[in-house]
């Protein structure tokens, strides 16, 4: 029995464990693909909520006058007046 293996032996062998395993290889790549985007995704929103902690909040006396006048949800809304029949949308 021969111990010596050739060129041509080793690339037969390759070609038969790729032709043999090729779905499964093809799986593990698009599952690792999909695994790394998926953790790269997480590491930048994790940083984006994090730096967005701090953000200063101040209020010029305009806009707090704005937020005063808003309506609460303890108000009566006042009705709508709708037209009669039907509208078309589309007329101008």
Known sequence: MKSDLSLQQISHSLVHFLHR???LIFTFFVLGGLSAATFMLYRVT???QSTNSTAPSSFDQKTIDRIDKLHSANDVPTPIDLP???TNPFQE
């Open 84 to 86: 009669a029949g039907r």
């Open 46 to 48: 994790t940083d984006a």
């Open 21 to 23: 395993y090729h779905v």
